[in-house]
């Protein structure tokens, strides 16, 4: 069993950074998928960064160049900058021990969510 725990988000104005991050708290040493997805008000939730258990990186195209995904031992991170309106919306952390693609949004384990707001 894992547990996702978000923390960060907020306010910002366009061109501006925000970090989020996911406290991981459960056995993940068998190699976990991580990633990070975001739900805009009355859209489906779409991916936006994974990391694979070998550390490869895939990007939505809205975001690549402005997101970076990272991790340490204990938590999962999403770095945004030079954040859009359109990037507004719930940010959703996810784990999964076997399944490892951007979309559908199909891991078993998620966070809370995260509120981000920019503003133009």
């Known amino acids: 069993q894992v547990r996702l725990v978000q923390s960060g988000g907020g306010s910002v104005q366009a061109g501006g950074s925000l970090t989020v991050s996911c406290a991981v708290y459960g056995d993940t040493s068998g190699g976990y998928c991580m990633g990070w997805f975001h739900q805009a008000p009355g859209k489906e939730r779409a991916g936006v960064a994974i990391?694979?258990?070998?550390?490869t990186r895939t990007y939505a195209d809205s975001v690549k160049g402005r997101f970076t995904i990272f991790q340490d031992r204990t938590r999962l991170y999403l770095r945004m900058n030079s954040l859009k309106p359109e990037d507004s919306g719930m940010y959703y952390c996810a784990a999964d021990p076997a399944y490892c693609s951007i979309s559908p949004p199909a891991f078993l384990y998620w966070g809370q969510g995260t509120q981000v707001n920019v503003s133009s």
């Open positions: 990391i694979d258990y070998d550390d």
